[in-house]
């Protein structure tokens, strides 16, 4: 064989490798993002789940949504409400979805927040637990509130009494248990 072809027979097959190699890599790279991606959606349609298997024994009570005239939180819509764990376990975390929507069902704002904080737990374990039997309050402000909203939550006469050209929503979207 001639030195020319010599040379083109050990470029081809360098390059052959490097693509081989960096193919294997780009698949190890993918499956691991697969994999991570799946356990997160599992994670997440467990939590789902959760709320829907606890919905009974975990009560969503004195739902308020409104714009105080003064405090700490004057002018900024805030939504209030209490959790009740009538459950024989512990909850780790409780997701809210409050949906706000116009007589025609179309929806003004959607907020979801975590009164005990989130499902993931820290390393010391969860930041709060509800224990069976008991309750708490939560405020959650709404920092980027639609101006239409903010308007109708302002007026004192209606919201309160059922008389808004708004209708609130809120559900247990997500539950975890110990």
Avoid at 98 to 116: C, H, I, K, N, W
Avoid at 144 to 167: D, N, Q
Wanted: hydrophobic letters at 40%; a positive charge.
């Amino acid at each position: 064989m001639k030195t020319k072809h010599v040379l083109v027979v050990a470029f081809t097959s360098v390059i052959v490798a490097v693509v081989f190699v960096t193919t294997l890599v780009g698949y190890g790279l993918y499956m691991k993002w697969k994999e991570d991606s799946t356990s997160d959606w599992y994670n997440d349609a467990i939590y789902r789940l959760t709320a829907d298997m606890f919905r009974k024994e975990i009560v969503l009570t004195n739902f308020n949504a409104y714009v105080p005239e003064e405090g700490q939180f004057k002018g900024v819509p805030l939504i209030e409400g209490s959790i009740r764990n009538n459950s024989t376990k512990s909850v780790a975390s409780v997701m809210i979805e409050a949906s706000f929507s116009r007589p025609d069902g179309s929806v003004v704002s959607r907020t979801r927040f975590y009164p005990l904080g989130r499902m993931r737990s820290t390393a010391n374990g969860t930041k709060s637990v509800l224990l069976p039997g008991k309750a708490i309050s939560f405020t959650h402000p709404m920092r980027s509130c639609p101006v239409e909203l903010k308007s109708e939550l302002s007026t004192k006469a209606g919201f309160a009494r059922g008389e808004s050209r708004i209708k609130a929503d809120y559900k247990m979207a997500g539950l975890s248990v110990l």
